[in-house]
């Protein structure tokens, strides 16, 4: 089943329709991993590239957090969840590596797949496929320390034992 990410998203912040991104649900195993992950889809827009016509390196962080949106949305937990229990994720962590550049028009596929979810911190793996050659253009991990408003860390399988299992699948 397929989703636009305007429709999923509408209304949401930081979600472009221009983005031309869709909802994969994969729900299916990782590769290295028995834990969950989840896809979006996105053709490069003009909006995206930098004054050398190649995707502006920032836009490939967006793109993980698109993709890590989804992946806690398909666990059960939508944006607004979050914030109903005063949750906040700030990232600790965030490593990019660039293996190949996209352009405008490539059609990419951006999946972000739990790697672990240890006590107060959720890592996550993050792959940028070019789904015309099928190379993996981009790879990255991000860390987030779950936290109440009062920036106090908490243990995510006390507050939300639910979330764990659902990352676990």
């Given amino acids: 089943m397929l989703h636009k990410v305007s429709e999923v998203y509408a209304g949401r912040a930081g979600v472009s329709i221009r983005q031309q991104a869709f909802v994969i649900y994969t ?14 889809m996105h053709t490069v827009a003009f909006c995206d590239l930098d004054g050398m016509r190649a995707v502006y390196h920032t836009n490939y962080i967006k793109w993980f957090d698109l993709a890590r949106t989804e ?4 666990a059960g937990f939508h944006q607004e969840k979050w914030e109903e229990g005063g949750v906040l994720l700030p990232l600790v962590v965030c490593n990019c590596e660039y293996l ?39 790879k990255g991990l991000t860390k987030q320390v779950c936290c109440d408003e009062n920036n106090k860390s908490f243990v995510l399988e006390e507050r939300y034992p639910e979330l764990v299992k659902n990352l676990l699948e």
């Fill in 100 to 138: 190949e550049g996209a352009v405008f028009g490539d059609e990419l596929k951006v999946t972000a797949r739990a790697a672990e979810v240890k006590r107060k911190v959720i890592t996550l793996e993050y792959e940028i496929e070019n789904t015309a050659t099928g190379r993996i253009i981009c």
């Fill in 71 to 74: 992946l806690y949305r398909q």
């Fill in 27 to 40: 729900w299916q195993t990782g590769k290295e991993t028995d834990m969950r992950e989840a896809s979006i």
